[in-house]
Every structure is written in C-alpha cells, then in structure tokens.
C-alpha cells in the first residue's frame, strides 16, 4: 500500500478518504499541522496555499481539501467562508436566511490538493449539486451534511451511511479526479 498522509483535523473528511482510498491501495494517515487559510474567493488558492506552506514543514506526500456549500440564491454563500459561517450562525442560521426562499439549488464544492516531494502539485475538483432542506435531517456525517439532499437521492448527507454519503460526495468525486491524475502521472 501506499501511503498518503491527510493533512486535516477533521475525522469525517478523514473517514470518508480512507474509505474511497483504501480500495485502491492507499494507506491514508491523518496528520494534525494545521495551516492557516488566506482568504480569497477561489478553493482553489485556499488548497494551493495550504500545499506551499505544508510542504515548507513537512517532506512527505500528502493531501489537503477544502470545501464549501454554494447556495445559488445568496449569490453563493457561505462558499469559501463555509467553515466559519458554520462555526458562527450554525445550521439554523444558514436555514433563516433561507426561510422565504423558495430556490434552494446549492452544489457543495471539494477541492482536493496531493503534494509529492520533488513533482508538481496537483489539484483537482469535486462537485455535488443539489438543494438546501427546510429544516435539519439526520445525525451523520458533519457541518452542512444535515442540510443538503444531492440530486438524484432522498435523503440529506446527515441521513446517509459514509457508504452511501461517498457515491454522490463532492469530496468522493475530487477524489476520483485525484485518482484519475495519479494513474495518469504514474
């Protein structure tokens, strides 16, 4: 197996790597350094960012993710600011803002970056539309998971086994695309 480390604090984003890697003989490791995320409007800068200043501290191959929730009709809010929105006005909140909306379109974004000492970095992209629910369903998963019903399914990512949750995943589909990369390069 190969080993990838995952730099992240989050045991959900980690759980959900490991499930879609493992299959496909990657080892991931969770490695806790923590990076600071400048703030632009792009994932993408965030991810490339968080690359150039882990790679500075920490020689191995490694990937890091950010995501966000884009709501169509708050012109793509929270998007970048997802974390701290969720750490500030939470669920009900993002649902307040909602309350007299009735296009709940939302696509969650993942943005996945893999770092391998002495080759360029790749980053890749990982989408999952769908709509925003008029109220909190489930207990799995994390952040807007209770909230958000991919197309095509019933159920909330909050009402979803991993399992379940990985075939419709924005962060199952950026990571297919990492995958589809690496097979590419190798």
């Known amino acids: 197996m ?7 604090s989050n045991k959900g984003k980690l759980q959900e790597a490991t499930e879609k890697l493992r299959p496909l003989g990657f080892s ?9 995320e400048v703030q632009t409007d792009s994932l993408q800068e965030v991810v490339q960012w ?14 890091l993710e950010d995501a ?10 929270p998007g970048v600011y997802s974390k701290f ?39 890749v992209v990982g989408e999952c539309k769908g709509t925003i ?8 998963g994390f952040g807007y998971d209770p909230l ?3 197309n095509g399914a019933k159920k909330t990512f909050g009402e979803m086994s991993i399992e379940e949750k990985n075939q419709f995943s924005h962060r199952g589909k950026a990571l297919e695309n990492l995958i589809a990369e690496l097979n590419k390069s190798s």
């Open 133 to 140: 629910s008029y109220e909190q369903r489930g207990n799995h």
């Open 28 to 36: 991931v490791e969770q490695k806790d350094l923590g990076y600071p």
């Open 148 to 150: 958000f019903t991919p």
């Open 85 to 123: 929105v969720f750490f500030t006005i939470g669920l009900p909140g993002i649902l307040q803002l909602l309350d007299t909306i009735e296009n709940r379109n939302a696509v969650f974004r993942s943005v996945y970056g893999y770092y391998e000492p002495g080759k360029k970095p790749i980053i």
């Open 2 to 8: 190969k080993k990838i480390y995952f730099i992240t």
């Open 68 to 77: 966000g929730l884009f709501i169509d009709a708050l012109q793509e809010f």
């Open 50 to 63: 968080g690359i150039d200043h882990v790679r500075m501290k920490f020689n191995q191959v490694f990937i």
